[in-house]
């Protein structure tokens, strides 16, 4: 069945009228349900022109952290298709859990992470690769090529093959990305920018996340936002 739709994904992303929705949509400057730009905050030695730069890359994606990485869908698979999978995912996953956060820097780009390992987490983004895998489109063999000529690992070459994507599984790390590539920023900036996210997202930093649902979200074009479509919740907390 036709869809125009280019690429779909399954992301972790907060309730929209929470306050880490409005904290991580204001800082990259984009409202992912509004599809509206934002003011982003302004921060002491940081120009507002590279602030607009360096959180660019993760602006296309919306706020979010991924568990089923972006993907086309397979030619005989609708997006009615692919909703019932969400809706079967959010009601076989594990019940809404909450997670202590830290800011952390992953390399070359700063995002917010777990503090500590979370088997619920794990469970989840398991489960979403697993339930969403078999409506995608196959990689071609010159897709599978570039994304190997990366410097993965074996492991992740081997995930590669099998799940399309070589960070799930074993490999998965959840993160939700405050910046793009910091590998040129001198480090008076990067200083700033992680002094900037201590402190607007105290809030997120000091009282954790509450992982209460799978977001589906859509990319009509290549290289076009992501939006988000449709939040599937899962099951109530076992915590008091």
């Not at 089923?68 to 959010?90: G, H, I, M, T, Y």
């Not at 809404?96 to 995002?111: R, S, Y």
């Not at 078999?134 to 990366?150: C, F, T, Y």
Request: aromatic share 12%; charged share 20%.
């Amino acid at each position: 069945m036709l869809h125009s739709t280019y690429r779909h994904a399954a992301y972790f992303s907060p309730a929209l009228d929470s306050q880490a929705w409005q904290l991580g949509s204001h800082w990259l400057g984009r409202n992912a349900h509004q599809l509206v730009a934002i003011k982003q905050p302004e921060f002491k030695g940081l120009s507002a022109q590279f602030f607009e730069q360096v959180t660019r890359a993760p602006r296309l994606y919306g706020w979010h952290a991924t568990l089923k990485a972006p993907f086309e869908l397979n030619s005989n698979v609708s997006l009615e298709d692919l909703r019932n999978a969400f809706k079967k995912l959010s009601f076989d996953s594990v019940n809404a859990f909450h997670v202590p956060m830290k800011l952390d820097d992953m390399g070359d780009f700063l995002a917010l992470v777990p503090s500590h390992y979370s088997q619920e987490l794990q469970a989840l983004a398991d489960l979403c690769v697993h339930a969403l895998h078999p409506l995608a489109l196959p990689l071609s063999e010159a897709e599978i090529q570039r994304r190997s000529s990366s410097g993965l690992t074996a492991r992740q070459h081997e995930l590669l093959a099998q799940w399309a994507y070589p960070f799930v599984m074993d490999q998965f790390q959840f993160h939700m990305t405050l910046t793009g590539s910091l590998k040129d920023c001198d480090p008076q900036h990067k200083d700033g920018l992680k002094a900037a996210a201590i402190e607007w997202f105290a809030p997120i930093l000091e009282n954790g996340m509450n992982i209460d649902a799978v977001t589906w979200f859509s990319q009509d074009q290549k290289h076009g936002d992501f939006r988000w479509v449709e939040r599937f919740e899962l099951g109530p907390s076992n915590c008091a």
